[in-house]
């Protein structure tokens, strides 16, 4: 990976911000697009929140996206460009969490601070023979606590680069090569026939289902509606076209009075579905059922010209939608 070659600061930052809720294989790509675009701390500070939010565009958790752009400037306008070299101070940044400022304080800094991410909590949890929870208040602790005491404070980047790629390569989830491995005499996990079992996991996800209505207007001259969502929740900062929620698929939408109302302010000539089976959209915690609907009207002072529309950042699901009606 080309992070594994470098001990600058932003780099292993960038690359950590992108590898959160994101695998190696999907990641690398974004994190070469990134340093592209942004070979610098202070190119990415004085980018705008649209063109980072652009790059970041299929990730998901956009927040982070968010984060990333904010640090930058606070590293470059605050800190005259200059990361923190301890473990402290890194964790002080904004979208920066105890595995990014270990990771950063260790690799960069040579500091003894231990990371423990997914791999490391597998590898513990299996080797030792640990089953607390490793998404308990109690379990990170522990978890924790093991790994610093097990660090090499002489080679604090080696180790903690090195068992996170055991973890990854060796000792994987699914299917590990215990019958090759240094540590099959000593792991409990594998004397107590228990590699499925651990590490123990607490599942807390309760997933609500909403459902999305977009109405993509077309006008004579080509033109259609696209707003930048705002508020909190999610895609915060994103481009999409006007959107009725319902509280349930609505099988009886076109006489539902939100459209009603909404269509009121237009000359509406047809109204049709695009997608006739909706599209599951899932999210960590939210399952969206997406349906488009492509409205012809006869003008649109306020609108923009379709061809713009692949130059916005958008939720994925509507760069798919776009990517395959304009052709």
Same mark, same amino acid.
């Given at each position: 990976?080309?992070?594994?070659?470098?001990?600058?600061?932003?780099?292993?930052?960038?690359?950590?911000?992108?590898?959160?809720?994101?695998?190696?294989?999907? +990641?690398?790509?974004?994190?070469?697009?990134?340093?592209?675009?942004?070979?610098?701390?202070?190119?990415?500070?004085?980018?705008?929140?649209?063109?980072?939010?652009?790059?970041?565009?299929?990730?998901?958790?956009?927040?982070?996206?968010?984060?990333?752009?904010?640090?930058?400037?606070?590293?470059?306008?605050?800190?005259? +460009?200059?990361?923190?070299?301890?473990?402290?101070?890194?964790?002080?940044?904004?979208?920066?969490?105890?595995?990014?400022?270990?990771?950063?304080?260790?690799?960069?800094?040579?500091?003894?601070?231990?990371?423990?991410?997914?791999?490391?909590?597998?590898?513990?949890?299996?080797?030792? +023979?640990?089953?607390?929870?490793?998404?308990?208040?109690?379990?990170?602790?522990?978890?924790?606590?093991?790994?610093?005491?097990?660090?090499?404070?002489? =080679?604090?980047?080696?180790?903690?680069?090195?068992?996170?790629?055991?973890?990854?390569?060796?000792?994987?989830?699914?299917?590990?090569?215990?019958?090759?491995?240094?540590?099959?005499?000593?792991?409990?996990?594998?004397? =107590?026939?228990?590699?499925?079992?651990?590490?123990?996991?607490?599942?807390?996800?309760?997933?609500?289902?909403?459902?999305?209505?977009?109405?993509?207007?077309?006008?004579?001259?080509?033109?259609?509606?696209?707003?930048?969502?705002?508020?909190?929740?999610?895609?915060?900062?994103?481009?999409?076209?006007?959107?009725? !929620?319902?509280?349930? !698929?609505?099988?009886?939408?076109?006489? /539902?009075?939100?459209?009603?109302?909404?269509?009121?302010?237009?000359?509406?000539?047809?109204?049709?579905?695009?997608?006739?089976?909706?599209?599951?959209?899932?999210?960590?915690?939210?399952?969206?059922?997406?349906?488009?609907?492509?409205?012809?009207?006869?003008?649109?002072?306020?609108?923009?010209?379709? /061809?713009?529309?692949?130059?916005?950042?958008?939720?994925?699901?509507?760069?798919?939608?776009?990517?395959?009606?304009?052709?």
């Amino acid at each position: 990976m080309p992070w594994r070659n470098t001990k600058d600061p932003y780099r292993i930052w960038l690359s950590e911000i992108i590898l959160q809720q994101t695998r190696v294989a999907q +990641g690398l790509p974004y994190y070469e697009r990134f340093i592209e675009a942004f070979p610098t701390v202070q190119d990415l500070a004085a980018a705008s929140e649209e063109e980072v939010l652009k790059l970041w565009q299929g990730l998901g958790y956009y927040s982070r996206g968010r984060n990333l752009h904010f640090t930058a400037q606070y590293i470059t306008n605050e800190l005259q +460009g200059v990361f923190p070299n301890t473990y402290k101070e890194l964790l002080k940044l904004k979208g920066v969490g105890d595995y990014t400022a270990s990771a950063i304080a260790s690799i960069c800094f040579n500091r003894p601070t231990a990371v423990v991410d997914g791999n490391v909590y597998r590898v513990l949890s299996r080797v030792y +023979g640990i089953d607390t929870p490793i998404n308990s208040t109690q379990g990170i602790k522990e978890f924790k606590a093991l790994a610093q005491e097990l660090i090499d404070t002489n =080679q604090p980047a080696n180790f903690n680069q090195a068992i996170m790629e055991f973890g990854a390569i060796q000792c994987k989830p699914q299917n590990p090569y215990c019958l090759h491995c240094v540590f099959q005499e000593e792991c409990v996990a594998f004397r =107590q026939n228990k590699i499925k079992e651990l590490p123990v996991k607490i599942k807390k996800l309760n997933i609500k289902k909403r459902y999305f209505n977009y109405l993509v207007f077309v006008s004579r001259d080509q033109k259609t509606l696209f707003n930048q969502r705002t508020g909190k929740g999610i895609w915060q900062g994103l481009f999409e076209f006007p959107m009725l !929620e319902m509280d349930a !698929e609505e099988v009886r939408f076109r006489e /539902s009075a939100p459209l009603k109302e909404l269509l009121s302010n237009y000359n509406v000539n047809s109204l049709e579905k695009y997608n006739e089976k909706p599209i599951l959209h899932k999210l960590s915690h939210q399952h969206l059922s997406i349906t488009f609907w492509i409205v012809l009207v006869d003008n649109l002072d306020e609108g923009i010209p379709i /061809s713009t529309l692949k130059g916005f950042p958008t939720p994925v699901v509507i760069a798919n939608f776009i990517e395959a009606f304009i052709q």
